[in-house]
């Protein structure tokens, strides 16, 4: 069988358990807050998340076609092929890590670092699309940073329009509404995660001369969904443990807020075909929501470990992907 062909199984592989994998370490972000406030028990949250996210993944592809040409161009990479399985081994062997010790950290960071670290190992810096990589790197920095005001903000103006309200009953009431903003996340969830390994999987056609537009064709869209919505249905239950508990005491009032704002924020970025880490995007939003609640309540500590895992997710994805670029291209 030709290499090119071989490398190119073994990426749709490689970027399917990566989808697969992120539907645990990721989507437990979406539905943190709804378990933890017992709006929805645990198997009712995965199986609604499950479905949300599946169909999220299929209607957009903006995104997807943003990380085929936007961090390195497919149609000139150097060794193409072993370059994306060299990013994606990095990528999955960081997700496997940082969801063993409960650390809800980026898939996106993980993802967009492992390939511009293979990729520079390959043929050196000049190999990056700057303008695409640097715009990518924007909005990563730029979104949390806007769910944290936005959460800040959505929950203030709750506690003024509710300030008079019965607690008891208005969190009876936001219980309820929290199904449906967990439904709501949950597939924002899906338009921005699911489409990166879709991405990915298009890259490896290109770079095997397999296909000659960035287009998305629908079986990678359907497969990528799929592989999305299967690791959703596992569950992610160190993750929701971090953001559902370690964060702050979440009532459901503060899981709207949060859950609203994280939404919006990674729809949006969807909407301009921009991958966001929706881990960050709702951690975030969290924070903004806490901190509104009260400072005193948010726990720092956690918070800390958090964003440190936020910084060197790049810098760390990218080294494995080099390494695993080198120690590929000696059998490839």
Same mark, same amino acid.
Do not use: C, E, P
């Given at each position: 069988m030709d290499t090119i062909l071989i490398l190119t199984i073994l990426i749709v592989i490689? %970027?399917?358990?990566?989808?697969f994998i992120n539907g645990f370490h990721d989507t437990a972000n979406a539905i943190a807050t709804s378990v933890s406030t017992k709006a929805l028990k645990p198997r009712q949250a995965i199986i609604l998340a499950s479905v949300m996210?599946? #169909?999220?993944?299929m209607t957009f592809t903006g995104v997807a076609k943003t990380i085929t040409k936007d961090i390195v161009d497919p149609f000139t990479l150097q060794n193409g092929s072993v370059v994306i399985l060299a990013a994606l081994i990095a990528a999955i062997t960081w997700n496997l890590i940082t969801w063993y010790y409960g650390i809800p950290s980026s898939s996106s960071h993980a993802i967009i670092g492992s390939i511009a670290g293979a990729a520079i190992a390959a043929a050196g810096f000049s190999s990056l699309n700057y303008t695409g990589f640097l715009k990518i790197l924007q909005a990563l920095i730029l979104s949390p940073i806007l769910a944290f005001v936005v959460g800040y903000i959505v929950y203030s103006i709750f506690k003024v329009v509710f300030k008079n309200n019965n607690l008891t009953k208005t969190n009876r009431n936001f219980r309820a509404i929290q199904v449906a903003t967990a439904a /709501?996340?949950?597939?924002?969830? @899906? &338009?921005?995660?699911a489409q990166k390994a879709m991405g990915i999987i298009t890259m490896a056609l290109i770079a095997g001369n397999l296909q000659s537009t960035t287009d998305i064709q629908w079986w990678v869209q359907f497969s990528c969904?799929?592989?999305? @919505?299967? @690791? &959703?249905? #596992?569950? =992610?239950? $160190? +993750? +929701? $443990? &971090?953001? @559902? =508990?370690?964060?702050?005491k979440i009532r459901p009032v503060n899981g709207v807020a949060a859950d609203v704002t994280g939404a919006a924020v990674i729809f949006g970025a969807s909407l301009i075909h921009l991958p966001v880490s929706t881990t960050h995007v709702i951690s975030s939003s969290?924070? =903004?929501?806490?901190?509104?609640?009260?400072l005193k309540g948010v726990k720092w500590g956690t918070a800390k470990t958090m964003v440190i895992t936020w910084f060197i997710t790049l810098p760390?994805?990218?080294? /494995?992907? %080099?390494?695993?670029?080198? +120690?590929l291209n000696l059998f490839f």
């Open positions: 490689f %970027a399917l358990a990566f989808d996210n599946f #169909v999220g993944a /709501l996340q949950s597939y924002t969830h @899906g &338009t921005n995660d969904a799929l592989a999305m @919505g299967l @690791g &959703t249905s #596992v569950g =992610g239950w $160190k +993750i +929701i $443990k &971090t953001v @559902g =508990g370690k964060i702050m969290i924070l =903004g929501v806490g901190s509104a609640h009260r760390i994805s990218a080294t /494995l992907a %080099a390494i695993s670029y080198f +120690i």
